[in-house]
């Protein structure tokens, strides 16, 4: 196979061509060849067929009539048949034949000895019983097995024809005729020889004729392509110099955005999950603190989640950001996280974690406590805190992280709104950075679920 791929590039076109449509060519040829072989036998069959119908018509039927009012033949009638076929045997090239009825007793034989026996309807005898003629080639058995056995080495074509009777047009009898076939043969070799050959001749001239239009424009794309190999030679030296030039310029610049860009996203993802999200909360918190009938204990939380953010401010302003989730685990950190929440909004959140003893980086716990820290603030502010819950699980490769309430769910326009979500966007990119994945699965009136997909050795 790998000669074979190396070979037939290297051919010209024009020949690639005539090896091709050679092949095909040929394989044509024999499936025609094989169907015109099969028509052309077909049509024998049923010029013969028919013959024998008109001679059964013209010259049997009339000493079978007598089977439309008994159930046997006379005497006289059988002797009148053995008369008329042994006359018209010679020049029909008919070797024997029968007279059935309907159930499938031997009425009339050529042979003797079959007269008054019983055989099973043949496929072919039933269809004769329907009123079609049928007839095929016996090149097995040179008889059939109906006890007709015929010596010699010449195949036989078994011809079924129906008897009508004259007056009610209903079929009294089946009449079978066994025909040598050696004419039948030779002519029928003849016509699919003269098909083959009229196909072949007329096959190979429109190769011909293609193959000539092919290897004139083979030539002119040969020489085209010569031509342009040798200006890619000559040009090919400045390019190579050229292209690592602008290979190292663009992978440097390209190190550098990149370096750039995902610091930036991360810095304003830290500052919209962190401190946008604690100043968010005050917002909310705010109207019932400065109520005059607002509780100490409202104004209490309004100050310690101010003081939260500006902690927060401090702690990414010098890179330390949740710096005690450091020497925590995956699961502890996400139940600090949970804990802080439930303590800002005085709600409840359900924790569901699979503990699994992995080792995991510290920007790797910061990103998934990020995540839980946004999750459960958009589920404080659009579901009021209804249903909060957080499930950390794992798989072969990922580690599994969802948010979910049972809130209004998100509207089907709030896509469309012109400011862009920013959270889900700082999530999805932060998540990206890693080589993880968001999905966000919500409809209106059955919440909002938020699901974090992260490499395990991300």
């Known amino acids: 196979m790998a000669s074979f791929r190396s070979w037939w590039p290297a051919l010209s076109l024009a020949r690639q061509f005539t ?25 024998v069959k049923a010029h013969t067929a028919a013959r024998t119908a008109l001679y059964m018509e013209s010259v049997v039927a009339p000493y079978l009539q ?28 008919v070797v024997a ?4 009825t309907r159930t499938g007793v031997i009425l009339y034989a050529t042979d003797k000895v079959l007269i008054g026996q019983k055989f099973p309807l043949t496929p072919l005898l039933t269809r004769a019983w329907e009123g079609y003629v049928e007839a095929q080639f016996d090149a097995r058995h040179y008889g059939d097995d109906h006890g007709t056995s015929m010596a010699g080495k010449e195949p036989l074509l078994e011809i079924y024809v129906p008897i009508r009777h004259s007056a009610t047009n209903e079929i009294i009898a089946v009449a079978e005729f066994y025909e040598l076939t050696s004419e039948l043969n030779r002519e029928l070799v003849r016509s699919q020889i003269n098909s083959w050959l009229v196909t072949a001749i ?20 040969e020489t085209q392509r010569t031509a342009l190999a040798n200006r890619i030679s000559e040009l090919s030296a400045l390019l190579q110099q050229n292209e690592e030039l602008g290979q190292r310029v663009q992978g440097a610049s390209r190190r550098a955005a990149e370096a750039t860009e995902l610091q930036l996203r991360r810095l304003g993802a830290d500052l919209h999950d962190g401190p946008a999200q604690l100043l968010a909360l005050a917002l909310l918190k705010f109207p ?35 710096p005690e989730i450091e020497k925590l685990s995956l699961t502890q950190a996400l139940m600090v996280v949970a804990s ?8 409840t959140v359900a924790c569901e974690f699979a503990s699994r003893p992995i080792d995991l980086s ?12 946004e999750g459960l603030s958009n589920a404080y502010r659009h579901a009021g805190g209804q249903g909060q819950a957080v499930t950390l699980s794992w798989s072969e490769n990922f580690i599994v992280v969802e948010v979910a309430d049972r809130g209004p769910g998100i509207e089907k326009g709030a896509s469309e709104r012109k400011r862009p979500a920013l959270g889900l966007i700082g999530l999805r990119n932060r998540l990206e950075s890693f080589g993880g994945h968001l999905t966000v699965s919500s409809a209106p009136g059955a919440g909002t679920r938020l699901t974090a997909y992260l490499p395990i050795g991300a």
């Open 19 to 43: 090896l091709a449509s050679s092949a095909l060519v040929l394989a044509g040829l024999g499936v025609l060849g094989f169907w015109v072989a099969q028509k052309i036998e077909s049509g």
């Open 66 to 93: 007598e089977l439309g009012s008994r159930p046997d033949l006379s005497a006289e009638n059988k002797a009148a048949l053995d008369t008329v076929i042994g006359k018209d045997a010679a020049r029909l090239r």
């Open 97 to 100: 034949a029968k007279v059935w």
């Open 202 to 221: 007329v096959s190979f001239t429109i190769i011909a004729g293609l193959y000539t239009i092919v290897a004139n424009g083979s030539k002119t794309i």
């Open 288 to 322: 019932s603190a400065m109520d005059g009938g607002g509780q100490a204990s409202e104004r209490q939380i309004l100050r310690g989640v101010l003081e939260d953010a500006m902690a927060e401010i401090r702690n990414i302003s010098s890179g330390l950001a949740l």
């Open 340 to 347: 802080e929440h439930e303590r800002r909004t005085s709600t």
């Open 362 to 373: 510290h920007p790797t716990k910061l990103c998934l406590c990020r995540f839980v820290q």
